[in-house]
């Protein structure tokens, strides 16, 4: 496996890249761009249990199969929503990269991210452990899953106008 200037292997740089495009995407509410970023099977998580690794067996927040996304969106830029009518402005970040499986055409990895919305005047955290696992396919890299660990997940959460 070929690396890059800073010693990181290439798979996971190309990961790093894809996963600020995806932030970069989700702050600027360009949801039919960010749902072209998934492959047909992947699954947007949110789990309550920050333990958990049976995500179908468990209640989450969010457990969104491509179709499930699709209404998600649906109901975000629909305008019919109230919560997404008047949506925080966001802004992420991304950092803490550490990588679980790397291969040429399979990369998992973990982050942190801190997202601070705001909205009516307040500023509100969502901080978080990611796992994202990107599968490398010749029409570029595609989400197979995507999960966002709450550090206050057990906590009661404001409802969400937009994607963590």
């Known amino acids: 496996m070929s690396e890059n200037l ?7 740089a190309k990961a790093i890249a894809f996963i600020w495009k995806e932030a970069e995407l989700l702050d600027r509410k360009d949801y ?9 099977d992947g699954y947007y998580v949110v ?9 179908a067996a468990t209640l989450n927040y ?13 109901r975000l830029t629909s305008g019919f929503a109230m919560s997404a009518v008047d949506a925080a402005t966001t802004v992420r970040t991304v950092s ?30 969502f901080v978080g452990n990611l796992t994202h696992r990107i599968r490398f396919t010749p029409q570029g890299p595609k989400l197979e899953q995507k999960v966002i660990r709450l550090v206050n997940s057990m906590d009661s959460l404001n409802a969400l106008g937009f994607l963590l």
């Open 6 to 12: 800073q010693g990181i292997p290439e798979s996971m």
């Open 32 to 40: 039919a761009a960010w749902q072209d970023l998934w492959t047909d």
């Open 47 to 55: 789990p309550i249990d920050p333990q958990t690794t049976d995500f």
């Open 62 to 74: 969010a457990y969104d199969n491509a179709h499930m996304r699709k209404i998600r969106i649906e």
């Open 96 to 125: 803490r990269f550490v990588p679980v499986h790397l291969s040429a055409e399979l990369v998992e990895i973990t982050s942190a991210q801190v997202l601070v919305g705001y909205k009516r005047q307040q500023h509100t955290l």
